[in-house]
């Protein structure tokens, strides 16, 4: 048995060559000032293809192990380390390196990374505020909220799942990503962040309304300021 084309085609491309060990990362395929291009690229299998080899002591039946799911890319050091050491790289972290690497790879597609906290506070700035707005004008808190005929209990409920929800996923991602241009005190807003807009999230999404839900950090306000 070996690793099928197609699926080989598949693993380059969800691996947009790079090393999926996302504290290694390394390019895979290296191009020289002559034109050449050298590809030190390995499939590396998280179950391996026989039984006695590393992590190769498992239920998943032979005849699935050179599938997608059980083979990672990574770069030739970290696939000695994983199968020299299977002790310290069990399969569960391999896939986690997987699936974390395929998800940024999806969101940086999408979500920019950026050179300093300038253009990174210019992107976050204006969700942050457009989201504010609503708030101040519909939110439980509002004016508006305590005159019985404006009905603003409707247009908060319908704003905050077309506006501010996917505003709060974009703020994070943004964040995230760019996380190297944060201080610590900054990572611990996010973190706060992130907990409180998923409460906000599971409450309008579910109808649910968990009081506990923690409220909107107020030193997002100042973040990157
Ligand atoms: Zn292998
Ligand atoms: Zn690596």
Known sequence: MAIADRVKRQLWASSAGLCQNPACRADLFRVFADGTIASIDELAHVIAQK?????????LPLSERDEFENVIVLCPSCHTLADKAPQHYPSELLRGWK?????IIRRALLIPILKDRLELRSEVRPLLERNKGIFEVYGPHSRA???PLADAAKQWRRLVLVEILPNNKKIATLLEINRHLLKAEELATVRAFVVHAEALEYNHV????NPAAPLFPNEMDSILG
């Open 51 to 59: 039984s006695d080899g590393p992590r190769g002591n498992d239920q």
């Open 99 to 103: 699936r974390t690497h395929e998800k």
């Open 145 to 147: 909220s305590a005159n």
């Open 206 to 209: 579910s109808g649910d309304k």
